[in-house]
């Protein structure tokens, strides 16, 4: 089967459309016949090697956690699932013509491949870094690069719990954070200003990492009432940088749900050919974005 991998850490470039051997589901697991992958900052911070202190690969590598396809091949143990059904999911070395996936739900009616490759680790990022804020109904919520796919998921996961979000994007994105539900700024020069003129906040997420912890950490008057994805200084602010560890199987629970009300939506930005994975990542590595990145296969 055809799958991108790269062979050595570095710039897009080291990512690579090769022939290898298909994977298999093992006991637990489910194998799906790709039809999209989701396109994750992750991805490229992989590949760049900011990681191997902490898990180092084996090289040649597959890249790739995010997956919605039609499912080929059931481990033993799983139940509730049959061959042909369309499932989203999280995996390893979804870039590719088949993938493995360890979580996985199915796909709500309606509901194209290319957008449910963008939700599992994109909603299951929102709920972690909710819940480590500690954001109830009634506060006010200031997310910072509010406009990506995690900050689009933010938005409309706190607003439907009854939450006020106040959302820092550019220029181009503030009609489209007012059409998720929250309050829209700018980023650059007087934003603090800006953001406090909505009124009292409570809690605040960094999701782009571009230098604004201390700002937030003014509007807050907490450190623990901030969390960042994105800024690797936080330590040192005393506030804190969330890594991994939800839980995948609730986070895809949440999602359907979500979507079966109404309540969720995220846009694919942009699509990719898997060909063109490498692209792919450079445009993501650039920002700027709106909603979601994915690969087609």
């Known amino acids: 089967m055809r799958a991108v991998r790269f062979a050595e850490y570095g710039t897009p470039d080291v990512l690579h459309l090769t022939e290898v051997a298909e994977p298999h589901a093992g006991p637990g697991q489910i194998r799906?016949?790709?039809?999209?992958?989701?396109?994750?900052?992750?991805?490229?911070?992989v590949r760049e090697g900011q990681f191997q202190?902490?898990?180092?690969?084996?090289?040649?590598?597959?890249?790739?956690?995010?997956?919605?396809?039609?499912?080929?091949?059931?481990?033993?143990?799983v139940?509730?699932?049959?061959?042909?059904?369309?499932?989203?999911?999280?995996?390893?070395?979804?870039?590719?013509?088949?993938?493995?996936?360890s979580s996985w739900a199915p796909m709500p009616e309606g509901l194209g491949f290319a957008e449910a490759a963008g939700y599992p680790s994109v909603v299951e990022t929102a709920l972690r870094i909710l819940r480590m804020v500690g954001v109830q109904t009634g506060q006010t919520l200031v997310v910072s690069g509010a406009a990506g796919?995690?900050?689009?998921?933010?938005?409309?996961?706190?607003?439907?719990?009854?939450?006020?979000?106040?959302?820092?994007?550019?220029?181009a994105n503030q009609d489209y954070l007012r059409s998720l539900g929250a309050l829209a700024t700018t980023y650059g020069p007087g934003w603090v200003e800006r953001v406090r003129a909505f009124g009292r906040v409570d809690a605040a997420l960094d999701l782009n990492g571009s230098g604004v912890l201390?700002?937030?950490?003014?509007l807050t008057g907490d450190p623990d009432k901030v969390v960042t994805i994105a800024d690797?200084?936080?330590?040192?602010?005393?506030?804190?940088?969330?890594?991994v560890g939800g839980s995948m199987p609730e986070a895809l629970a949440a999602a359907v749900d979500l979507l079966e009300r109404g309540k969720l939506h995220l846009p694919i930005d942009r699509s990719f050919?898997?060909?063109?994975?490498?692209?792919?990542?450079?445009?993501?590595?650039a920002g700027h974005t709106r909603g979601r990145r994915v690969l087609l296969v």
């Not at 509730?80 to 493995?100: N, Q």
């Not at 938005?155 to 994007?169: E, H, L, N, S, Y």
């Not at 050919?273 to 590595?285: G, K, M, V």
């Open 273 to 285: 050919p898997l060909a063109e994975a490498a692209a792919a990542h450079a445009d993501s590595q």
């Open 32 to 45: 799906v016949a790709v039809r999209a992958a989701g396109v994750n900052p992750h991805d490229w911070r």
């Open 232 to 243: 690797l200084e936080a330590p040192m602010l005393g506030i804190r940088f969330a890594g």
């Open 214 to 218: 201390r700002g937030l950490l003014d």
């Open 53 to 77: 202190r902490i898990n180092p690969l084996r090289l040649p590598v597959g890249v790739g956690q995010d997956a919605a396809g039609v499912v080929d091949e059931i481990g033993a143990g």
């Open 149 to 171: 796919g995690v900050g689009s998921a933010v938005v409309q996961i706190a607003c439907d719990r009854g939450i006020t979000v106040i959302g820092t994007a550019g220029p």
């Open 79 to 101: 139940t509730g699932i049959t061959v042909g059904d369309r499932v989203f999911g999280r995996g390893a070395s979804t870039y590719a013509e088949y993938a493995v996936l």
